[in-house]
């Protein structure tokens, strides 16, 4: 096992592999930006060091500085996290080169399956089923307009190197083809630095299930189950849950099976997770690999009852898998909800500040990782993801109840929040019973907007009312008195006398 690790990461997830060396006896180094000399993670790790200035691009982004630092606190290994440098294989390839361990997958294969591109043309040689469409970046408009023909409407562009719903377009009629083309194109430029897009088929109300993958780099790898990520705004996940409510054994093993030979065929080691869709009758298209520990990785580890973190670390330090298939048994069901310092109410616009009161859920099977406390002051340079609630039990009914509990019991002060989102989401039927899909969510906030709109406008018609009967009513009821058009001198008098009483 590895002395010292240096952690490239911040927030919830650079303390929850703090937390993780601590329990194996490794040392850490935290590395801050301006923004974050007073977050918890740098007072949790054993060291830290200052990288630069609060925009991520000159701090957790700086690939040569953090580099320099681990070699400078003789770290061994840099585990990268999510997001910032976890998915950038130059950055893996120039640990490699420096002979420090990158807690991941070897660059070559991050290379091959990170790319969206060049992973589905690795899905083709491992014999999987993927969503008909190009398997290279599109070199022209022209070739978006012979590829959507022949694979036919609606398809969806995608940003090659793209993540998190950036660069991405719907795309229903060849009209608006060309518009959504330039934006796609010029959104994953901004985001990615690279403009490369490519187009498939797109598969309407499809369910998103995700497999865990782990592999040793003594050729043994296996599959931890599925993850449901069904619940997504703008194809972002809100919430993730394992099991499936879909997904029988059978098909677990299938697409656990096909998981396996894309991370084999592709020498990969370490933590892996390989996304699909899956229609209405079981079928499996690949949609992606995240070559990484994933966000919603709790809810693996509480069914599994296995530390992804600890075997990410014993695997790079070539430690073999301790376990077989057969050993990986599931049980009980858990949610996770992405906590944001956001405001649903106002397009979802984060809600950074100072947070001046936080009382944490707790009690059976809820689990808490969260990266702040009370008196810090959210910044606005990152992500603003605070903390991710978990909730386990025997059952998804229970593990429901259980969550709807602890967000009852989740108080965060001084910022907006999503927490009642989330009440708003558990308490619908459609979610209660899993009738859920890719668009679920973006449907039940439309009628949402529409429900208020109906109200507002109920709202507007009985405030008109109200007004006509008081305006109706008003000379009648008038202190002054007097004789009024249409009302009787004998009934002005009797109110008179009894507004008097």
């Excluded at 294989?89 to 640990?95: E, G, L």
């Excluded at 060049?118 to 307009?145: F, I, Q």
């Excluded at 459609?430 to 406008?457: K, M, P, W």
């Amino acid at each position: 096992m590895f002395r010292k690790v240096l952690i490239a990461n911040r927030g919830e997830i650079a303390l929850r592999l703090i937390r993780a060396c601590d329990e194996l006896g490794v040392s850490t180094v935290a590395v801050y930006s301006d923004a974050d000399r007073a977050a918890l993670h740098v007072s949790a790790a054993k060291e830290a060091c200052w990288l630069g200035p609060a925009p991520a691009r000159e701090s957790y982004l700086r690939g040569d500085r953090i580099l320099e630092i681990a070699k400078q606190t003789g770290a061994e290994a840099i585990h990268p996290g999510y997001g910032f440098l976890s998915e950038n294989a130059d950055f893996a390839a120039a640990c490699e080169h420096a002979g420090i361990k990158f807690i991941g997958p070897p660059s070559a294969a991050m290379r091959e399956l990170g790319s969206k591109t060049s992973a589905r043309r690795a899905a083709d040689r491992a014999g999987m089923p993927r969503t008909p469409g190009s398997t290279r970046g599109l070199a022209s408009l022209d070739e978006a307009y012979a590829v959507a023909q022949e694979i036919g409407y609606p398809v969806m562009l995608k940003a090659a190197a793209g993540g998190g719903g950036k660069g991405m377009r719907a795309v229903t009629h060849r009209d608006e083809l060309r518009a959504a083309f330039e934006a796609a194109q010029s959104e994953a430029e901004r985001a990615f630095g690279s403009s490369e897009v490519y187009l498939e088929k797109l598969i309407e109300r499809p369910r998103h299930i995700e497999i865990q993958i782990l592999a040793d780099e003594h050729g043994k790898c296996l599959y931890l189950g599925e993850r449901e990520c069904s619940v997504q705004r703008r194809h972002q996940k809100v919430i993730e849950e394992a099991p499936s409510s879909v997904v029988s054994e059978d098909l677990r093993r299938r697409m656990g099976e096909a998981a396996v030979r894309l991370a084999q065929s592709a020498g990969y080691t370490n933590a892996g997770t390989v996304e699909f869709l899956l229609d209405n009758e079981e079928n499996f298209y690949f949609l992606e690999m995240n070559t990484r520990l994933q966000v919603e990785h709790p809810v693996t580890e509480l069914v599994t009852g296995l530390d992804l973190v600890h075997l990410q670390l014993r695997i790079a330090a070539g430690e073999p898998l301790p376990f077989t298939q057969e050993e990986v048994q599931l049980r009980g069901h858990a949610i996770e909800c992405r906590i944001y310092a956001e405001d649903p109410d106002n397009g979802f616009f984060p809600s950074p500040g100072r947070i001046t009161r936080l009382l944490r859920p707790g009690g059976p099977g809820i689990r808490e990782d969260c990266g702040v406390y009370e008196g810090w002051t959210v910044p606005m340079d990152y992500d603003p993801m605070l903390s991710k609630l978990i909730a386990y039990a025997p059952s998804r009914e229970m593990a429901i109840v259980r969550m709807e509990r602890a967000l009852g019991e989740y108080v965060i002060g001084g910022i907006r929040t999503n927490l009642g989102f989330f009440r708003r989401i558990l308490a619908d039927p459609d979610f209660r019973t899993a009738h859920i899909d890719t668009g679920y969510l973006d449907r039940l906030l439309a009628e949402n907007v529409t429900h208020q709109v109906i109200n507002s406008a109920e709202s507007e018609e009985i405030a008109g009312i109200a007004a006509a009967l008081f305006e109706r009513l008003r000379p009648a009821i008038s202190p002054s008195g007097g004789e009024q058009a249409g009302v009787s001198p004998w009934k002005a008098a009797a109110r008179q006398e009894g507004l008097r009483g």
